[in-house]
């Protein structure tokens, strides 16, 4: 189940200005950038799916990112 509704979603991205779009195959890598764009006011995430083990990097950034950024939206996709 999504944390966030759909408009909380949009009004989240609305408030920023922008959605910060990554990618990388390394999850310590992925979780060091999602922690500096989220202390830098990201509040709207999105990890793309770029290679076949994407979803298993996501997976694990998605926990990282419940356990320490309850107000973060992160999704998948692109």
Known sequence: ?????????IQMMT???FTPVFYH??????KQVL????????????FTNRD????EV???????AVANF???ALGIGS
């Not at 076949?52 to 979803?55: D, P």
């Open 35 to 46: 922690k500096a764009c989220y202390q830098g006011g990201v509040r709207v995430f999105e």
């Open 15 to 17: 408030n920023s200005g």
């Open 1 to 9: 189940m999504a944390r966030f509704k759909r408009n909380e979603v």
């Open 52 to 55: 076949a083990w994407a979803h």
């Open 70 to 72: 309850p107000d973060l």
């Open 25 to 30: 195959s390394d999850i310590h890598i992925a």
């Open 58 to 64: 996501f997976a694990e950034l998605k926990q990282y």
